[in-house]
């Protein structure tokens, strides 16, 4: 019975965590990355909004963004970049 409960809270709890990160996702932030290389520009993003970042080098390469200014979603920030 305790392992069963055990359980529950853990799937609970896992669950409430992937919430928070949707609602922290869909949430709209001050976003000011200026025009750089596009790896700079991700970096500069997982910065801003505290997360971590995993690209291949060689698809980002030595490619350029004209940046993402504004109040904007993380999704809406990465388009723009």
Request: aromatic share 4%; proline share 1%; charged share 25%.
């Amino acid at each position: 019975m305790r392992v069963r409960v055990a359980i529950a809270v853990a799937c609970l709890s896992l669950a409430a965590a992937s919430l928070a990160a949707d609602v922290e996702a869909a949430m709209r932030r001050t976003t000011d990355i200026p025009e750089q290389s596009l790896d700079g520009a991700l970096q500069a993003l997982a910065k801003e909004r505290q997360l971590q970042m995993i690209y291949a080098y060689e698809v980002v390469g030595e490619r350029r963004t004209e940046g993402a200014r504004g109040e904007l979603t993380f999704a809406e920030a990465m388009s723009s970049l």
